[in-house]
């Protein structure tokens, strides 16, 4: 191999490494300074400062995301305020209308993947993120935007492929019906339940006595990941599988009933109460697995596949290309006449050129569908009604093995304002152990410690100007 | 042409690292709560609340029993009986408070307009005047709080509807304003304000 060759062959070779090594700089956590994080953290739960501080580094391309998942752990250590704050933002976000978005346009690129652009959730996310909005205003007695925020959860559910899987999110027009019911509304408690009936016809409607709400959410969430099923005639990028076992819930209570009636002819007396245990099993309202999983394809799965017969061709002719740069070549090391050397020489040299162009394109065409989700978020959601007495301020959860073996307890409280009362367990924590969300940034800073960075040390004092110099060291 | 081919490689293959550069924000800058603002949805915006709030107030006020009557009527706007059954999140307040004070400023007198949602701060300086713990003011005592005339309701209701095929998603949003006679149930004024709006997200949030 002549010295042009090899040059040919190294700055070829830099081309390929640059593809390799290269990401954009959406994807990476950007330097905030310390005061700022300092000053942002400071009415924050200590708990989850470093999840805070990943929102901060990781700006709006995963600010819904963000604020999602610390929007529920915030719910979950009690934090309303925050909660709704965290969660309104993201409604905004996903409620806004992306046209000609810069970043939405990179997304469609070729050579940009699907990620670099702001997340704003698949629609099992987004009616999620709607649903713990709408508990919120629940437990607030809010029951109007209770209702509005599950309705705004059942409409992102309508974009399904299939027919038969659009607007099937029962949770939502079951919660819908309770805020309805709560606020008083008899008229539109009575469609919203009758909608739900048609998606979940077995799951019982609350009785008339019932004034409290119960749910309790079991499992974790779906997790993504990109693939593509060559036997599907519909190209479909984002896959799902389910992260748990199935669970069920017993929920068990003190409730106080009336004694025994005094005997006839005794004295008239206040009733006696006496204390009776209740165990009462949660229903399965909803599989999120199930909401995620049965979504069908994208639109934008479409613009994937193009990406992917791009990154096919452009390697078939690479290989091709490849192919032939070896015929050549060898043609050029076995021919005795120089002319043939010469020609073979030139034509192996174009041939690889070729070869490495199409191979780069073929890399940097970027088909992976966006993966980052809410990782917090259950695998399930069983609810029960039952009617409540205000002596009643907890409930004990038991969470169970599909073979009734039990797994664990979990105490939920009960609030109350307004005329319902809501309680909420979940069976696995809130709090996302990792305070990045999955896929939320590089390969590499996805699994490098979060450092939240100290403040700098204050600057000694500098002398008054009129102050006397120091005395000289003796 | 080998270095041409080489120059088109390399920027063949940097161009899978183009870069889509962090925003350097956007100062703040005020909007006019009349016009379209800069994020917009399907939902109510504040362009409606302004506009029908300023729609509502202009025809009540062309209502003889409500703003020509001899003695000018004791009236009760706020929210508790403006029901939302929208899709849309709101603040109900945000509505009735700007209608209550745009009427209050634009009848002159002509109405009274009662703050039912003081009576829990009026009654508490109410009981500590009776109690002598403050002294008794300048204007001076009543036998009790106003009782109101009339009073709003209404309600928001909305219909959705969503094309899978091309994203398209659409919400008519109706707002309808009453004012019911607080004796007789006789509503005495009515109004109504609708809109629809339609919009497609961007294809890679479909």
């Given at each position: 191999m002549g010295k042009h060759s090899a040059v040919r062959l190294t700055m070829s070779v830099a081309a390929a490494a640059m593809v390799s090594a290269c990401q954009t700089t959406r994807e990476q956590e950007t330097t905030v300074k310390p005061e700022v994080v300092h000053s942002y953290l400071a009415d924050k739960p200590a708990q989850l400062h470093k999840h805070y501080f990943v929102t901060l580094a990781q700006g709006q391309r995963n600010k819904v995301l963000n604020d999602m998942r610390l929007g529920l752990a915030n719910i979950e250590l009690g934090n309303d305020a925050q909660a709704e704050h965290l969660l309104d933002d993201a409604l905004t976000q996903i409620e806004t209308i992306y046209v000609n978005?810069?970043?939405?346009?990179?997304?469609?690129?070729?050579?940009?993947?699907?990620?670099?652009?702001?997340?704003?959730?698949?629609?099992?996310?987004?009616?999620?993120?709607?649903?713990?909005?709408?508990?919120?205003?629940?437990?607030?007695?809010?029951?109007?935007?209770?209702?509005?925020?599950?309705?705004?959860?059942?409409?992102?559910?309508?974009?399904?492929?299939?027919?038969?899987?659009?607007?099937?999110?029962?949770?939502?027009?079951?919660?819908?019906?309770?805020?309805?019911?709560?606020?008083?509304?008899?008229?539109?408690?009575?469609?919203?339940?009758?909608?739900?009936?048609?998606?979940?016809?077995?799951?019982?409607?609350?009785?008339?006595?019932?004034?409290?709400?119960?749910?309790?959410?079991?499992?974790?969430?779906?997790?993504?990941?990109?693939?593509?099923?060559?036997?599907?005639?519909?190209?479909?990028?984002?896959?799902?599988?389910?992260?748990?076992?199935?669970?069920?819930?017993?929920?068990?209570?003190?409730?106080?009933?009336?004694?025994?009636?005094?005997?006839?002819?005794?004295?008239?007396?206040?009733?006696?109460?006496?204390?009776?245990?209740?165990?009462?099993?949660?229903?399965?309202?909803?599989?999120?697995?199930?909401?995620?999983?049965?979504?069908?394809?994208?639109?934008?799965?479409?613009?994937?596949?193009?990406?992917?017969?791009?990154?096919?061709?452009?390697?078939?002719?690479?290989?091709?290309?490849?192919?032939?740069?070896?015929?050549?070549?060898?043609?050029?090391?076995?021919?005795?006449?120089?002319?043939?050397?010469?020609?073979?020489?030139?034509?192996?040299?174009?041939?690889?050129?070729?070869?490495?162009?199409?191979?780069?394109?073929?890399?940097?065409?970027?088909?992976?569908?966006?993966?980052?989700?809410?990782?917090?978020?259950?695998?399930?959601?069983?609810?029960?009604?039952?009617?409540?007495?205000?002596?009643?301020?907890?409930?004990?959860?038991?969470?169970?093995?599909?073979?009734?073996?039990?797994?664990?307890?979990?105490?939920?409280?009960?609030?109350?304002?307004?005329?319902?009362?809501?309680?909420?367990?979940?069976?696995?924590?809130?709090?996302?152990?990792?305070?990045r969300a999955p896929s939320s940034t590089s390969g590499q800073a996805m699994f490098s410690p979060v450092v939240i960075p100290p403040l700098p040390a204050p600057e000694p004092a500098k002398p008054a100007p009129d102050a006397p110099p120091p005395e000289p060291k003796s | 042409m080998r270095r041409l081919m080489i120059v088109a490689s390399s920027a063949l293959a940097l161009s899978a690292c183009q870069t889509v550069q962090n925003s350097a924000g956007t100062p703040t800058t005020y909007q006019d709560p009349a016009t379209l603002g800069a994020v917009k949805g399907v939902g109510i915006e504040s362009q409606d609340i302004v506009s029908m709030t300023d729609q509502m107030m202009r025809d009540m006020l062309t209502e003889p029993r409500l703003a020509n009557a001899a003695t000018a009527p004791n009236v009760i706007i706020d929210a508790e009986y403006f029901v939302n059954e929208s899709s849309s999140r709101i603040n109900r307040n945000s509505i009735t408070d700007r209608l209550r004070v745009s009427l209050q400023r634009a009848s002159q007198g002509r109405m009274n307009f009662v703050g039912r949602h003081y009576a829990n701060m009026v009654q508490s300086e109410r009981n500590l005047k009776r109690q002598g713990v403050v002294d008794k003011a300048t204007t001076g005592t009543a036998a009790a709080q106003k009782g109101g005339d009339y009073r709003l309701g209404g309600r928001i209701t909305s219909q959705d509807a969503r094309d899978p095929r091309t994203g398209m998603m659409s919400r008519y949003t109706q707002i309808i304003f009453e004012m019911a006679d607080l004796e007789s149930g006789d509503i005495v004024w009515s109004g109504i304000y609708e809109f629809s709006k339609a919009a497609a997200d961007d294809v890679i949030y479909r």
């Open positions: 978005n810069e970043n939405a346009a990179k997304a469609r690129e070729l050579f940009t993947k699907e990620l670099v652009k702001d997340f704003k959730g698949e629609p099992y996310e987004r009616a999620m993120a709607y649903y713990y909005r709408g508990l919120l205003y629940l437990k607030a007695g809010d029951y109007d935007n209770a209702r509005a925020s599950f309705k705004g959860g059942f409409l992102q559910d309508s974009f399904a492929d299939e027919a038969q899987n659009q607007a099937d999110f029962g949770l939502m027009p079951f919660l819908q019906g309770w805020a309805s019911r709560c606020r008083g509304n008899t008229v539109t408690a009575e469609e919203d339940f009758k909608e739900f009936k048609a998606i979940r016809p077995g799951f019982p409607l609350p009785g008339n006595a019932d004034n409290a709400l119960v749910l309790v959410e079991t499992g974790s969430a779906p997790v993504k990941y990109s693939a593509t099923d060559p036997d599907s005639t519909k190209p479909k990028y984002l896959k799902y599988r389910r992260a748990s076992a199935t669970e069920t819930a017993m929920v068990k209570f003190t409730d106080q009933v009336a004694g025994p009636a005094p005997a006839k002819g005794a004295k008239a007396a206040a009733p006696v109460m006496k204390s009776v245990d209740r165990a009462v099993p949660a229903n399965l309202l909803e599989d999120v697995y199930y909401q995620a999983s049965t979504r069908g394809g994208r639109e934008f799965d479409s613009v994937l596949a193009g990406k992917a017969q791009f990154k096919d061709a452009a390697n078939t002719v690479g290989n091709v290309a490849m192919t032939g740069a070896l015929v050549a070549g060898a043609l050029a090391m076995n021919s005795t006449n120089p002319q043939t050397q010469r020609d073979s020489a030139a034509a192996a040299g174009i041939m690889l050129l070729m070869a490495v162009a199409a191979k780069a394109a073929a890399e940097a065409a970027e088909p992976d569908a966006d993966i980052r989700y809410w990782d917090n978020l259950p695998d399930r959601v069983h609810a029960l009604t039952l009617p409540l007495p205000p002596s009643v301020t907890s409930l004990s959860v038991d969470l169970l093995a599909s073979d009734g073996t039990l797994l664990r307890t979990r105490e939920a409280k009960v609030t109350r304002a307004g005329p319902c009362a809501i309680a909420w367990a979940r069976g696995e924590s809130a709090v996302p152990a990792n305070p | -």
